[in-house]
């Protein structure tokens, strides 16, 4: 990841997308959610990694006029704290976050299966737009990790034969955010590093632990 690059992905996605970079925590958990004065610091770019995909299933709020402000919500009520607390000081920090299907804010994602199915044509529509994603961003063996089983049966069906896809649970899913974290954990140690090496700082990770990283999921399939 480049300036360059960083900034024709946020002028072309930055209001359906963004990446799992958050501002550090205050006194409350859910403090400076909504901070994104984080992607203005230079060295940001440091710490992207597009070949790292999570992906939700749709954008569940309305008018998101800010770029980057997907999965940086700052309602109370919101629980994209949840993936902040889960990811910080891990080789994930940092991925490109997006959702499957775009422009359709429906809360209750229990509806949405029944919609692509009577709507085969807002999948279709949809699957193209996350190619172009991925087409942009130039992803070399991508990692993309679907947020429910909604999202993950979504993209597996389109995208089984071509890249590794894993589930995590939702962010929303009922679950503290430090038993979301060891969830997490469970599921992406499988296809990384040890875990003992989970919590390590993100700079101990260099470009080349990444490769690792990828390598060690494909030889694992």
Same mark, same amino acid.
């Given at each position: 990841?480049?300036?360059?690059?960083?900034?024709?992905?946020?002028e072309?996605?930055?209001?359906?997308?963004?990446?799992?970079?958050?501002?550090?925590?205050?006194?409350?958990a859910?403090?400076?959610?909504? /901070?994104l004065?984080?992607?203005?610091?230079p060295?940001?770019?440091?710490?992207?990694?597009?070949?790292? +995909?999570?992906?939700?299933?749709?954008?569940?709020?309305?008018?998101?006029?800010?770029?980057?402000?997907?999965?940086?919500?700052?309602?109370?009520?919101?629980?994209d704290?949840?993936?902040?607390?889960?990811?910080?000081?891990?080789?994930?920090?940092?991925?490109?976050?997006?959702?499957?299907?775009?422009?359709?804010?429906?809360?209750?994602?229990?509806k949405?299966?029944?919609?692509?199915?009577?709507?085969?044509?807002?999948?279709?529509?949809?699957?193209?737009?996350?190619?172009?994603?991925?087409?942009?961003?130039?992803?070399?063996?991508p990692?993309?990790?679907?947020?429910?089983?909604?999202?993950?049966?979504?993209?597996?069906?389109n995208? /089984?034969?071509?890249?590794?896809?894993?589930?995590?649970?939702?962010?929303?899913?009922? +679950?503290?955010?430090?038993?979301?974290?060891?969830?997490?954990?469970?599921?992406?140690?499988?296809?990384?590093y040890?875990?003992?090496?989970y919590?390590?700082?993100w700079?101990?990770?260099?470009?080349?632990?990444?490769?690792?990283?990828?390598?060690t999921?494909?030889?694992?399939?």
């Open positions: 990841m480049d300036q360059k690059k960083f900034n024709f992905i946020k072309k996605y930055g209001l359906l997308a963004s990446w799992a970079v958050w501002a550090e925590a205050g006194d409350k859910k403090s400076n959610m909504g /901070d004065s984080v992607f203005d610091d060295d940001v770019i440091d710490s992207l990694n597009e070949n790292i +995909i999570f992906v939700a299933l749709n954008g569940s709020r309305e008018g998101i006029k800010i770029p980057l402000a997907n999965f940086h919500d700052p309602n109370p009520r919101a629980q704290f949840k993936t902040r607390y889960a990811l910080q000081n891990t080789p994930y920090w940092g991925g490109y976050m997006t959702d499957i299907i775009k422009n359709y804010s429906e809360v209750d994602s229990s949405i299966p029944s919609y692509l199915k009577d709507n085969p044509k807002v999948e279709l529509d949809n699957i193209k737009v996350f190619e172009e994603e991925l087409t942009d961003l130039e992803v070399q063996d990692l993309i990790i679907a947020f429910g089983d909604v999202t993950y049966k979504i993209l597996k069906r995208f /089984d034969s071509k890249y590794k896809v894993i589930k995590i649970f939702h962010y929303a899913h009922q +679950i503290s955010k430090e038993d979301y974290r060891k969830h997490v954990k469970k599921v992406l140690d499988k296809f990384s040890p875990q003992k090496n919590d390590e700082n700079e101990k990770f260099n470009e080349k632990s990444t490769t690792h990283l990828l390598h999921w494909k030889n694992s399939l």
